[in-house]
């Protein structure tokens, strides 16, 4: 299994609402000079290797539904293999803590602080209690 | 004999009986068509109601888009079949490329839900024969994600063509590109728009009646063309 990452971002001309409120949000908890757009990320586990044609496959899967490319831009990755299995991983970073991220590189220690943000994570049933509410407010 | 209108429900539609019941009142044969099915069981005209199909997973529309019942209404829609997308059906459509553009969330950020005032841009579609140009509607529009965007070229090219239907006047509610409130294709067959003319049909339940217009244009088209 390999694992092949799509980030979908609102097209710089386009208005995003949802950065808009976060970067609110954030100065209003003292968090000033950060300016945010808010995208999406695709995680797909795809089956047998990375190849090129599995790879525009994923492409041509990001252009048909992952990504409206009217209003949207979307890019494939290939997510390096984690070093431990996943089970660990969890165990790893919050054991080691700061002292690892340093020693990791930049995107390693992006995936450490998801894998972390994933622990405090709500339940899955809280999570879509919070996304039924906020379905209440959206377009009609 | 009357036309037979076809209502689409997707899983979370939420307008769908009001639509069903708007064309019965104005005169037609209204037609329950379900999502999961790929036949149009007849209908001459089609109609996505709004709501939240799939529950606006994804993007308002994009999972709806792929519905089997879709690709019916995608053929028939390009073979000339007039189409209304009423709100989610807008979006429906955006994402189907029946019409050009995309919804996005409010400017404003919250639900708008409001009776809203709207200058009619074009009397020359399938669903708007019984308006005339320039005259004012009151309309409900209640939507979270009714801003209507498109890059220059295509929103040039709606102006051009006379194919932006509807504007927002006394105020644009949701920041839509032109103040633009629905558009059509270029054969005028197919329709979107963001507030519920299905809602103004009824002096109980409406502040107006202009929504009565839409159906009753379609169902002289269809009339003339038997």
Known sequence: MARVVVDVMPKPEILDPQGKAVTGALARLGFTGMSVRQGK????????????????????????????????????????????????????????????????????????EQAEAGEQAPSAEQAEAGEQAELATQAG | MAPKIGVVTFPGSL???????????????PVSLWHGNDTLEGVEAVILPGGFSYGDYLRCGAI?????????????????????????????????HLLPGALIRNDVRVFVCKDQD??????????????????????????????????????????????????????NPNGSFHDIAGICNERGNVVGLMPHPEHNVDSLTGPTQNGRPFFTSVFNFLAAKV
């Open chain 2, 118 to 171: 709207l200058r009619v841009e074009s009397a020359d579609t399938t669903w708007t024969t019984d308006f005339t140009v320039g005259q004012i509607i009151n309309v409900v529009l209640k939507n979270g994600e009714g801003g209507y965007v498109a890059d220059e070229e295509t929103l040039r090219r709606l102006e051009g063509e006379g194919r932006v239907i509807f504007r927002y006047v006394n105020g």
């Open chain 2, 15 to 29: 307008d769908d009986h009001d639509a069903l019941r708007a064309v019965r009142l104005c005169g037609a044969e």
């Open chain 1, 41 to 112: 990320r695709f995680e797909l586990e795809l089956e047998g290797e990375v190849t090129e044609e599995r790879l525009a496959e994923v492409r041509r899967a990001a252009e048909t539904l992952l990504a409206n490319t009217v209003i949207e831009t979307f890019i494939v990755r290939v997510e390096a293999e984690p070093e431990s299995p996943p089970e660990d991983r969890d165990v790893e970073s919050a054991d080691d803590g700061e002292a690892s991220e340093q020693a990791e590189d930049a995107e390693q220690a992006k995936s450490a």
């Open chain 2, 64 to 96: 709806s888009r792929f519905a089997p019942v879709m690709a019916e209404v995608i053929k028939a829609g390009e073979a000339g079949m007039p189409i209304l997308g009423i709100c989610n059906g807008f979006q429906i459509l955006c994402e189907a």
